[in-house]
């Protein structure tokens, strides 16, 4: 696992504005990438997923981009509003995701 | 369906005490996956299973350590003997694998605290 500790990355937006998270992943063979969001007290929540054969992805309210070339990971919310709030994870995978592994998490704080 | 349902929610025991967490996964899902959450290491895979049979067990941190599935409905962490530093949140979930989406659904964890 990585390190969290206390140095959780935290990203602070004010509410209607959009919010965008990143993650460096570290396998350049993954083939399969996650966002998760999980909020105070609960297991985390599915997102959004990505297969690496694509570079953009979109949901409601949500995009997800995959840049293979710098192995990065990025989750855009539009709009963010005060259910954002939450710590999200990007997690990869391989082979169809059998064996996830989990980045730190960044924690994101919407600001009224 | 409930979702990924794990007892109990909360756990305190006494070092050196044994402690066995329980899962149930989402009907007719094949493969589950036990986690563990701390502040200090994030969330990592500690065993997970596909089609009740344990495919990859090298997050579990030592022998104290033991899972079992014995259906495809139910699974086990035990820990024993326990230790303070086990203190965590432990997550089970569960997912179809197979050839579409296959993203893994958490159950509510169970926090466990070795006093």
């Known amino acids: 696992g990585e390190s969290v500790g206390l140095h959780l990355p935290t990203l602070s937006v004010q509410e209607g504005d959009n919010s965008i998270i990143n993650c460096a992943y570290s396998?350049?063979?993954?083939?399969?990438f996650i966002w998760y969001k999980q909020e105070s007290g609960k297991g985390p929540q599915f997102i959004i997923d990505i297969r690496s054969n694509m570079d953009k992805r979109q949901g409601q309210r949500v995009t997800v981009l995959l840049n293979k070339t710098v192995k990065h990971l990025s989750l855009q919310i539009a709009a963010t509003q005060p259910g954002d709030s939450a710590v999200y994870f990007c997690a990869e995978g391989l082979n169809y995701g059998q064996n996830f592994v989990f980045g730190p998490g960044t924690r994101l704080s919407v600001l009224p | 369906d409930a979702g990924v349902i794990q007892s109990p929610r909360h756990e305190v025991t006494e070092m050196g005490q044994e402690v066995t967490l329980r899962c149930k996964p989402i009907?007719?899902?094949?493969?589950l996956f036990w986690y563990r959450q701390t502040m200090m290491r994030g969330l990592e895979l500690l065993i997970y299973?596909?089609?009740?049979?344990?495919?990859?067990d090298s997050g579990m941190p030592e022998d104290r350590f033991s899972a079992k599935m014995p259906n495809a409905s139910f699974s086990t962490l035990k820990i024993q003997p326990s230790e303070p530093r086990d203190s965590a949140v432990y997550f089970c979930?569960?997912?179809?694998?197979?050839?579409?989406?296959?993203?893994?659904?958490f159950g509510q964890g169970t926090r466990l605290t070795v006093v």
């Open positions: 299973f596909n089609n009740n049979v344990p495919i990859d």
């Open positions: 009907s007719g899902h094949n493969s």
């Open positions: 979930a569960s997912s179809f694998s197979g050839t579409g989406d296959t993203e893994a659904f």
């Open positions: 396998n350049s063979a993954s083939d399969y």
